[in-house]
């Protein structure tokens, strides 16, 4: 059955739910732009060492996510339902079950991360400092991901401001630890890009304890751990089944991102830095986008859930639309002030600072030029998993990213004598053909098969 609602109604029902998101993507996003910036004030050496680190830390967390982000939908679609109860409490647990499993694994990986980095092409010394922070960092994944499965299962419900909140909460206490270890200060030990690794730990364990406390209380019907150690494996399997290709999907974007560090990384410390400063301010954006996409993935899966085909279609208008308005700001803003948005990141007194500025405003115009291809593609990718199509999206995704962007990337980079420069063109294009690809996707395949499965019941 449709429920009619106009477009000004649907905009206003995803700011609403969709503004709480962004803050807290903000907000997670401000705990590593604190190490970035205290870092690049504290040593560059430092600073691109926890830029290396950092590329497979996400990488790996993101590909973990995507357990996590699979529970959303799933939640959304039985909130609708008057016995989802269960259901609710059966994906979310499993959800935990399976990042549990997956962080144990990728955390052998990160605590043994010096030969993998040396591997790939990078400095002794680069890689020495990397798996230092890495080594301590690495533990943070088991409630990073505990966090990711949580926010999930809050969001769904529309729960999106305690997350906002708790998250905010855990950005100041990694600022607070930050400044005290990293520098030593008040009579702390100095403990540099050690210090900045403990603080993110604390933090992911801060976090996941407040929402594992406020889930509890506010919806004690759901009993998510009481008894979390018995297994449900039909649940198990409907999560992993629809989180795998998600899973996949982050692997090949982030990957592209990282392999684009590895990459810069292979042209000395002064790019590596402006690449990862520039990369910070990208990210920064994008996080907006992803907000807006998490939003529609909730809004998307309760349509779903009520089979209303012109709800989810008139909802992903609005969705696309809105993202098209802020990339276009935030194009603008880019362009206009590159130079002071990278000052952030620097000492200034740093006597290296005028070569980072140099090929990091390049780099800023280059964000500036993937931000509308960036953002169809994660709203297009938030409105196939909000009706649980994420299997065909992973192939177009991975196609886009690798042979098509990372390519061009070496291609433009190295090939052709472009640096870092041309290393950031290759990921426009590879996020256009994505973008392209995945709306194609969505509004003429997926959304279609919807409304004849909506008109055939």
């Keep these: 059955m449709s429920t009619s609602m106009s477009y000004t109604g649907h905009a206003r029902a995803l700011l609403t739910l969709g503004v709480p998101l962004i803050g807290g993507h903000l907000a997670q996003f401000a705990i590593q732009v604190t190490d970035t910036i205290m870092l690049g004030w504290y040593d560059v050496e430092a600073l691109a060492a926890v830029v290396l680190a950092g590329s497979l830390f996400f990488t790996l967390f993101l590909m973990g996510s995507g357990f996590a982000f699979a529970v959303m939908p799933?939640?959304?679609?039985?909130?609708?339902?008057?016995?989802?109860?269960?259901?609710?409490?059966?994906?979310?647990?499993?959800?935990?079950w399976i990042s549990l499993i997956y962080s144990g694994l990728a955390l052998l990986l990160m605590v043994y991360s010096e030969p993998l980095l040396l591997m790939i092409g990078q400095a002794p010394d680069l890689a020495s400092d990397a798996a230092v922070y890495l080594s301590i960092a690495s533990?943070?994944?088991?409630?990073?991901?505990?966090?990711?499965?949580?926010?999930?299962?809050?969001?769904?419900?529309?729960?999106?401001?305690?997350?906002?909140?708790?998250?905010?909460?855990?950005?100041?206490?990694?600022?607070?630890?930050?400044?005290?270890?990293i520098f030593g200060s008040f009579g702390f030990p100095e403990l540099g890009i050690r210090g900045a690794a403990i603080a993110s730990v604390a933090v992911h364990v801060t976090t996941v304890v407040g929402l594992a406390i406020y889930a509890v209380r506010s919806f004690p019907?759901?009993?998510?751990?009481?008894?979390?150690?018995?297994?449900?494996?039909?649940?198990?399997?409907?999560?992993f089944r629809l989180g795998w290709p998600i899973s996949l999907t982050n692997l090949s974007?982030?990957?592209?991102?990282?392999?684009?560090?590895?990459?810069?990384?292979?042209?000395?410390?002064?790019?590596?830095?402006?690449?990862?400063?520039?990369?910070?301010?990208?990210s920064a954006t994008f996080l907006v986008h992803l907000g807006l996409s998490n939003a529609t993935t909730i809004r998307a899966g309760k349509a779903l859930g009520r089979g209303d085909a012109a709800h989810l279609k008139r909802?992903?208008?609005?969705?696309?639309?809105?993202?098209?308005?802020?990339?276009?700001i935030t194009i603008v803003i880019f362009l206009i002030?590159?130079?002071?948005?990278?000052?952030?990141?620097?000492?200034?007194a740093d006597p290296r600072k005028p070569e980072i500025l140099a090929i990091g405003v390049g780099l800023v115009v280059m964000?500036?030029?993937?931000?509308?291809?960036?953002?169809?593609?994660?709203?297009?990718?938030?409105?196939?998993r909000g009706v649980q199509d994420t299997r065909v999206p992973m192939v177009l995704s991975a196609l886009a990213y690798w042979p098509i962007g990372m390519g061009s990337s070496y291609l433009l980079g190295f090939v052709w004598g472009f640096g870092?420069?041309?290393?950031?063109?290759?990921?426009?294009?590879?996020?256009?053909?994505?973008?392209?690809?995945?709306?194609?996707?969505?509004?003429?395949?997926?959304l279609p098969a919807v409304t004849a499965s909506e008109s055939a019941r």
């Design 74 to 96: 799933m939640v959304a679609a039985a909130s609708e339902n008057d016995f989802g109860d269960a259901q609710i409490r059966r994906v979310t647990r499993m959800g935990l």
């Design 139 to 181: 533990w943070g994944i088991v409630p990073a991901l505990g966090v990711m499965v949580l926010k999930s299962y809050l969001n769904a419900l529309e729960r999106t401001q305690v997350v906002l909140w708790v998250t905010i909460l855990s950005a100041v206490i990694n600022g607070l630890v930050n400044y005290l270890l």
């Design 221 to 239: 019907q759901h009993t998510i751990f009481v008894r979390f150690w018995r297994p449900d494996w039909v649940a198990f399997g409907q999560v």
């Design 253 to 282: 974007e982030v990957g592209l991102f990282a392999a684009s560090a590895v990459m810069v990384g292979w042209l000395g410390v002064i790019p590596l830095a402006a690449h990862g400063i520039a990369l910070q301010l990208a």
């Design 315 to 328: 909802g992903g208008e609005v969705a696309v639309v809105m993202s098209i308005l802020f990339a276009a």
């Design 337 to 348: 002030w590159p130079e002071p948005l990278l000052g952030l990141f620097l000492d200034p």
């Design 367 to 384: 964000a500036a030029l993937f931000q509308l291809a960036d953002g169809a593609q994660i709203m297009a990718h938030g409105l196939l």
């Design 420 to 446: 870092a420069i041309g290393v950031w063109a290759g990921l426009v294009i590879g996020l256009m053909v994505a973008g392209i690809l995945l709306m194609y996707r969505f509004w003429a395949l997926t």
